[in-house]
């Protein structure tokens, strides 16, 4: 059974950063394309970034493109997403997510198998 585990949330101020991880165990971590999401309150959840499983086929949301690097550490089965120039429309719970789809990194909630917890991200003005 694979379980994902984030950290890294946290309380920054706009304009900062915050780096989140999500480890993966229970399966070979290059079987899945990774993805992150995010759901702000009474919204529903986004895609943020995806990642191919071997670290190309990177893909973003317009939103975020160009402040957010989605990156993953095969070696040791971790996805990170390094946040830049945060802004308060980031704040949200921000969930990991691993896919055993083939092609193209999804960018849908739906393309998906497994899920973490989420960690929240909090971002003020």
């Known amino acids: 059974q694979v379980q994902l585990v984030e950290s890294g949330g946290g309380l920054v101020q706009a304009g900062g950063s915050l780096r989140l991880s999500c480890a993966l165990s229970?399966?070979?971590?290059?079987?899945?394309?990774m993805g992150w999401f995010r759901q702000a309150p009474g919204k529903e959840r986004e895609f943020v970034a995806a990642?191919?499983?071997?670290?190309?086929?990177?893909t973003y949301a317009d939103s975020v493109k160009g402040r957010f690097t989605i990156s993953r550490d095969n070696a040791k089965n971790t996805l990170n997403l390094q946040m830049n120039s945060l802004k308060p429309e980031d704040t949200a719970v921000y969930y990991c997510?691993?896919?055993?789809?083939?092609?193209?990194?999804?960018?849908?909630?739906?393309?998906?198998?497994?899920w973490g917890q989420g960690t929240q991200v909090t971002v003020s003005s």
């Open positions: 990642i191919g499983w071997r670290g190309g086929s990177s």
């Open positions: 229970g399966r070979p971590f290059t079987w899945y394309f």
């Open positions: 997510a691993a896919s055993a789809g083939t092609g193209r990194p999804s960018v849908e909630v739906g393309g998906y198998d497994y």
